[in-house]
C-alpha cells in the first residue's frame, strides 16, 4: 500500500508542476489579449484529475492536514545559530 501512496503522490506533484505551466501559459494569453479557452479547459481537467488523486491519496491513508495562518506562523522555522557560516562573505567584507 505504500508504494501506491508513494506513487499517488508522485502523480500528485507531477500535477501541480503541470498546472502551473498551464496556469502561467493562461496569464500570458491573457496579456496578449488572446483566446486562452483551450487552456482553460484543460486546466479544469487537470484539477478534477487532481481532486481524484487526493480523495484516493486519503482513502489509503496519506492524508496530510493542512495548518491555517495561526499553526503556521507558530512554527519555528529560524536557524539554529545566526552566526554566519564558516567562510561566508558578509557585508563588511570588500
Not at 483551450?38 to 484539477?47: P, S, V, Y
Not at 492524508?63 to 567562510?87: F, T, Y
Request: aromatic share 2%; with cysteine.
Amino acid at each position: 500500500m505504500d508504494n501506491k501512496l508513494n506513487e499517488i503522490r508522485r502523480k500528485i506533484r507531477f500535477l501541480r508542476s503541470e498546472m502551473l505551466g498551464a496556469e502561467d501559459n493562461i496569464r500570458k494569453q491573457v496579456n496578449r489579449d488572446e483566446d486562452c479557452s483551450e487552456a482553460a479547459m484543460r486546466l479544469m481537467a487537470m484539477r478534477a484529475t487532481m481532486v481524484g488523486l487526493i480523495g484516493e491519496r486519503n482513502r489509503l491513508g496519506g492524508e496530510e492536514r493542512l495548518l491555517n495562518v495561526d499553526e503556521r506562523l507558530k512554527l519555528d522555522v529560524r536557524a539554529l545559530s545566526r552566526k554566519p557560516a564558516v567562510g561566508a562573505t558578509g557585508r563588511r567584507e570588500r
